[in-house]
């Protein structure tokens, strides 16, 4: 419970105190012509309300990721707290800030031209494609578990209200979403989903210090695993636990705010202070789930991380700790904040693909017709998708998502390097290293990489952030020169 508690306070103080030197370092001016108003279309640049900015980008980034990802990543024990606690404050929320400040001083534009614009064309091209196929992940992700939610929690009766139902129902919105101005659909239904989801998380922190059971502390051997597969810490714990700490499937939805965003000097609480917020509440999953787990009958001696794995589909245990915890209105509360929360993400992952093939198809999204011609073949891959098992696509859609985030730090940092000098780029490019070694070990460890050992494994991952730190010193004496 100590070790809970600390790491609260210690989310909110670095949004207090390493979000404004984050803020001071990139120096937002009220001067900047913003995008929703040099490009307003009625579409996707719309002037929003700060208020609804936030609540819409909390939604779009929260999803099913900081809460399945934490129920996943407490099993390695009570190092998710550290991972999530130093993973959201020194990069995720790093990472989101500048992604969303960046476009905006680009003009709008979405996260492969950012990179582009920084790191070349050739990465253009990567990151085009690579958003497109983790925006295609994150539809499929984000139609299955509400899907299973809701499953699990409506009566039987055939295929009314099954799994395959609540498929096609969820999958009807997101084409409605993906091709409806922001702010007829998503503008007006994610602040009330926005406040679901707060306020479950109030009541499920609620639980946390009033019900019974076992919670790891940071003193009970936090560098050992204590998975039940036996599972790494490292790399493994910082994939699983993605969208709670560091989330490249962010860098796609902030510019879809950015477009939105009425003042530069705003983009600390919306785009940092959403990251925190959404830290906040993978940090209560964790601790809720574990200790939930721990009053569960089992086998003699087993252990909570046990009884927690035996549960299965962090679907069935959202479901448990709602109603064992807060009864019928845990019930209303899972319907409405954690079966909203991925369907919402959804939408915005298909919203930000048809953005993404329009920039570099040059595009107009004016009419519906042109939006509809680049969503049906988004739509058609993601129907194909359903069929695979959701572990394995939560894994590849989770390593996706870190590669990403982790070009996108190193975008930053070229960006910061060459606008505010070599040492202020050091804000991003420590992370921009550590999560070049993670996402390197990770495919050369993980079931669905290369398989190899973990020594193999974590040396490989080295070398790739030292050649990294090799080239960025290498094009730095370039600029010096020129």
């Known amino acids: 419970m100590i070790t809970f508690s600390v790491a609260l306070i210690c989310l909110l103080l670095g949004y207090l105190l390493y979000g404004t030197i984050v803020e001071r370092v990139f120096c937002p001016s009220d001067a900047t012509k913003m995008p929703c108003y040099e490009k307003q279309d009625g579409v996707d640049f719309i002037p929003m309300p700060a208020w609804r900015v936030f609540l819409i980008q909390f939604l779009n980034i929260a999803g099913t990721?900081?809460?399945?990802?934490a129920i996943m990543g407490i099993l390695f024990g009570p190092a998710a707290y550290l991972w999530i606690v130093l993973g959201c404050i020194f990069a995720g929320a790093v990472h989101d800030y500048f992604c969303g400040m960046i476009c905006i001083r680009q003009g709008g534009v979405s996260l492969p031209e950012i990179i582009g614009n920084e790191l070349g064309d050739g990465m253009r091209l990567v990151m085009r494609v690579g958003a497109l196929v983790l925006l295609v992940l994150v539809g499929a992700v984000f139609v299955t578990t509400p899907a299973s939610l809701l499953d699990n929690m409506t009566p039987d009766k055939g295929w009314l209200f099954s799994n395959g139902f609540w498929l096609t129902a969820i999958f009807l919105y997101f084409i409605l979403a993906t091709l409806l101005p922001i702010d007829k659909l998503i503008g007006r239904v994610y602040p009330?989903?926005?406040f679901a989801l707060l306020i479950m998380a109030i009541g499920i922190c609620w639980g946390i210090y009033t019900k019974e059971g076992w919670m790891p502390e940071i003193t009970d051997a936090p560098f050992i695993s204590h998975h039940?597969?036996?599972l790494p810490i490292f790399p493994m714990l910082c994939i699983t636990i993605a969208c709670g700490a560091i989330?490249?499937?962010h860098g796609t939805q902030s510019p879809l705010m950015a477009r939105c965003l009425t003042n530069e000097r705003l983009g600390r609480p919306i785009f940092y202070g959403a990251m925190i917020t959404e830290g906040v509440v993978a940090l209560i999953w964790a601790a809720a789930s574990v200790k939930f787990a721990s009053t569960l009958p089992g086998p003699e001696g087993a252990t909570a991380y046990e009884k927690l794995a035996a549960l299965g589909n962090p679907?069935?245990?959202?479901?448990e700790i709602s109603i064992g915890w807060m009864g019928t209105i845990g019930a209303i509360l899972a319907i409405l904040g954690v079966v909203a929360a991925p369907i919402t993400s959804g939408d915005t992952a298909f919203r930000s693909a048809r953005l993404i093939a329009a920039d570099f198809l040059h595009l107009s999204q004016k009419q519906i017709s042109k939006r509809l011609l680049l969503c049906l073949p988004l739509f058609a891959i993601t129907t194909c998708l359903f069929f695979i098992d959701f572990n394995a696509l939560w894994r590849y859609f989770a390593w996706t998502n870190q590669t990403l985030a982790t070009i996108m730090l190193w975008?930053?940092?070229i960006w910061l390097r060459q606008r505010r000098g070599p040492s202020k780029a050091v804000l991003t490019l420590i992370p921009a290293l550590f999560m070049t070694v993670t996402c390197v070990s990770y495919?050369?460890?993980?079931?669905?990489?290369?398989?190899l050992?973990?020594?193999i494994a974590l040396v490989s991952g080295v070398l790739a952030a030292v050649a990294a730190g090799v080239w960025y010193f290498i094009t730095g004496l370039n600029e010096t020169k020129k």
């Open 65 to 69: 990721g900081p809460i399945f990802g």
């Open 192 to 194: 009330v989903f926005g």
């Open 228 to 230: 039940p597969q036996d």
């Open 247 to 249: 989330s490249g499937f």
């Open 315 to 319: 679907a069935i245990v959202v479901k």
């Open 411 to 413: 975008a930053a940092t």
């Open 443 to 451: 495919i050369f460890v993980a079931p669905e990489g290369l398989q």
């Open 453 to 455: 050992s973990l020594d």
